[in-house]
């Protein structure tokens, strides 16, 4: 049966079992977190979430908080603001980013979005308390002191990874994140995924390859070409070069296969768009152009060619391997990269055009 409850004045009509913070998003009422994420377990440590419900206690977290009938909810009354501000200023004491202390305004960072929102400055300057770069991860980049404990790393790791690589030592004003017990990373079973990267809300944890590099011209919705899987990502490109540069892959988390997870591959796999010997354009041995029987030995240059020119000296070549030596002395090799129908279509053609049944399929990588 359904709850019929009230937040900031409007009647609504919500499922059992929800929280106020999943209701409130339902309908378009922003609640601010921190250490709630949807895909993560909740853990209702950050408190600024807070919410009051009339006749009840004390204010509550909307994200640990399931809806009851008749529940009258505020979400933006003065002391739940107070409450609010007190929660973020406490955490900036101890957030050290030296490019903010400067004036320098961080990119995809909630924590100092929600300060920047309610107007939050620090009491006192912060300091740095641990070593900028204290990990020698190849891919993740972190600085501890920008962590404030939100724990959606640890979580991150443990429940989309399932790595259990981060973890909370020691207790109070002493707490920090570990990897392991206080090894590096890598020693803590890391595969270098990124999860934790894409769920820090704070750059704490950050992508090593473009940490500084700023906020991106445009994302370009993609999918991976790595395997046959087909997760969707983001690619971060600059336009400070023709066709523009990408410079970091993000995930996006609208993406129906695999949300805001990825490989190592999928995420820091992407220097290949732009090196130097990619090859972009179909490419011939020139003694293939100049129609001259193949050398015994150096078999000549690359010309590039248009891909009728190609795709004519690979026919040819296919036919008269199989009139001189049978369809059998002919082998397709396709790809997860492919398409399903890119792949039936490589079936026919091994079977109907050549006439072997040599096909196979590189399904992993
Ligand atoms: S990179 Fe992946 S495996 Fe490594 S700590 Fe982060 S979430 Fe865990
Ligand atoms: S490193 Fe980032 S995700 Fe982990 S606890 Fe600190 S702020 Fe939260
Ligand atoms: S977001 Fe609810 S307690 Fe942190």
Redesign the pocket.
């Known amino acids: 049966m359904d709850v019929k409850l009230t937040i900031n004045n409007t009647p609504i009509t919500a499922t059992p079992g929800q929280t106020i913070l999943e209701v409130a998003r339902q309908n378009g009422i922003t609640i601010p977190t921190l250490c709630y994420h949807k895909d993560l377990s909740p853990v209702g440590s950050c408190r600024l979430c807070v919410v009051e419900v009339e006749k009840w206690r004390g204010q509550s977290a909307a994200c640990t908080t399931p809806i009851s009938e008749g529940m009258v909810v505020h979400t933006e009354s003065p002391a739940i603001i107070q409450s609010r501000r007190l929660v973020l200023e406490l955490l900036l004491q101890n957030y050290y980013d030296a490019g903010y202390a400067m004036g320098d305004r961080p990119q995809d960072n909630e924590f100092i979005h929600w300060v920047e929102h309610y107007r939050v400055t620090a009491p006192r300057q912060a300091q740095p308390r641990f070593a900028v770069n204290s990990d020698p991860?190849p891919?993740?980049w972190v600085d501890f002191n920008k962590c404030i404990l939100c724990t959606r790393?640890v979580r991150?790791?443990a429940e989309?990874?399932g790595?259990f690589?981060?973890g909370v030592a020691e207790r109070g004003h002493q707490a920090q994140i570990v990897?392991g017990a206080g090894v590096p990373?890598l020693e803590?079973?890391?595969?270098?995924?990124?999860?934790?990267?894409a769920y820090c809300p704070t750059g704490a944890?950050d992508n090593r390859m473009s940490v500084g590099l700023g906020a991106a011209d445009r994302k370009v919705l993609t999918t991976c070409t790595y395997c046959g899987v087909g997760c969707q990502l983001d690619l971060n490109v600059k336009d400070d070069v023709p066709g523009g540069r990408v410079f970091r892959v993000t995930s996006n988390p609208n993406a129906p296969v695999n949300g805001m997870h990825l490989c190592v591959k999928g995420r820091y796999g992407y220097d290949f768009i732009h090196h130097p010997d990619r090859v972009l354009r179909p490419r011939v041995r020139r003694y293939l152009l100049q129609g001259l029987p193949r050398p015994e030995h150096d078999r000549g240059e690359w010309v590039e060619v248009d891909w009728d020119t190609a795709l004519g000296i690979a026919a040819e070549k296919l036919r008269q391997t199989r009139e001189q030596h049978g369809p059998d002395s002919i082998g397709v090799l396709t790809s997860a990269k492919c398409l399903n129908e890119e792949n039936y279509l490589m079936n026919k053609f091994a079977r109907q055009v050549i006439g072997t049944n040599s096909i196979d399929h590189c399904a992993r990588l």
């Not at 803590?188 to 990267?197: D, K, L, N, P, T």
């Open positions: 991860n891919v993740v790393c991150a790791c989309v990874q790595r690589v981060w990897a990373m803590a079973r890391c595969e270098s995924c990124g999860a934790c990267v944890l």
